[in-house]
């Protein structure tokens, strides 16, 4: 007999949200993303905070990570998030789902400038 | 189940539409900074410049010494205000400056690390950077009060 049910595979949607934003906090001068609601990636289950996943019209998604950095060159710290999420994305299949990859930062932080995880 | 493609507003979207802060775009996304992180490296900058005692005016600094007690915000923040555009700050800074100090070297090095450290950190290209000194610091004036528990 069969007990319990099937836990729904995520979607491509929350997929991206998770590796993108995993993918950003490894990058050394992310502090962490921002805990606003209208900054998250959610569904009834999960929520993902910090990044903004949003269906285009060609299939992909646009990716926004919206973060609190550490007080360093903001532009630099941007490019190496992004090719730190395009390179995730990619060995986690999702490549041709992933759209643009925009950085927000919100905050930074003096004085933490750690690595993410 | 599939989702709903949602409506919201993307980082992307919100650039084109020409919003808010200054968004500058790459090949793949686009990068933006809210004004608020161009606030806190001013902040930043400022109190890097010796001579310089503390940020606000005195309204200014009795609110901040209050809000920050109850972690409600940054010393950072406190006296300065910025006018961001897609390329460009301006930066307004009211100060107080350690009795003794010349004035206007402060203020000139002020300027000089503001636009400095904005300029690095942001890619932002600094107009102006208007420094109000609206008090000087007496050593002795206040004295803190002393501690009511170890």
Redesign the interface.
């Known amino acids: 007999m069969r007990t319990g049910g099937t836990t729904?595979r995520p979607?491509t949607?929350l997929q991206l949200a998770r590796v993108a934003l995993d993918a950003a906090l490894t990058v050394a001068g992310v502090v962490g993303p921002v805990g606003a609601l209208?900054s998250a990636t959610a569904?009834a289950r999960d929520r993902v905070p910090g990044v903004?996943v949003?269906?285009l019209?060609d299939r992909r998604y646009?990716?926004?990570l919206h973060l609190i950095?550490a007080?360093?060159?903001?532009?630099d710290l941007?490019?190496r998030i992004?090719e730190r999420v395009?390179r995730a994305a990619t060995a986690a299949g999702l490549a041709r789902a992933l759209g643009?990859?925009?950085?927000?930062?919100?905050?930074?932080v003096?004085g933490e400038a750690r690595a993410g995880r | 189940m599939a989702e709903e493609p949602r409506s919201r507003k993307t980082a992307s979207q919100a650039v084109t539409a020409g919003e808010e802060i200054s968004p500058l775009a790459a090949e793949r996304g686009a990068t933006r900074i809210a004004d608020a992180v161009v606030t806190k490296v001013a902040g930043i900058a400022t109190h890097e410049v010796p001579g310089v005692y503390a940020l606000g005016g005195g309204a200014a600094r009795a609110i901040g010494t209050m809000t920050q007690a109850v972690g409600m915000s940054a010393r950072t923040a406190q006296g300065v205000s910025v006018e961001v555009g897609e390329r460009e700050a301006a930066v307004d800074l009211t100060i107080v400056v350690d009795y003794g100090e010349s004035i206007p070297r402060v203020a000139q090095e002020v300027r000089e690390n503001v636009i400095r450290r904005i300029e690095g950190i942001t890619g932002l290209s600094v107009t102006e950077v208007n420094v109000t000194v609206d008090d000087l610091h007496v050593p002795g004036e206040e004295e803190e009060a002393p501690a009511r528990v170890e």
């Not at chain 1, 643009?100 to 930074?108: G, H, I, K, Q, Y």
């Open positions: 729904p979607s949607r209208e569904t903004l949003v269906a019209n646009d990716v926004s950095a007080v360093v060159p903001l532009h941007a490019d992004r395009v643009p990859v925009n950085v927000v930062f919100e905050d930074v003096a």
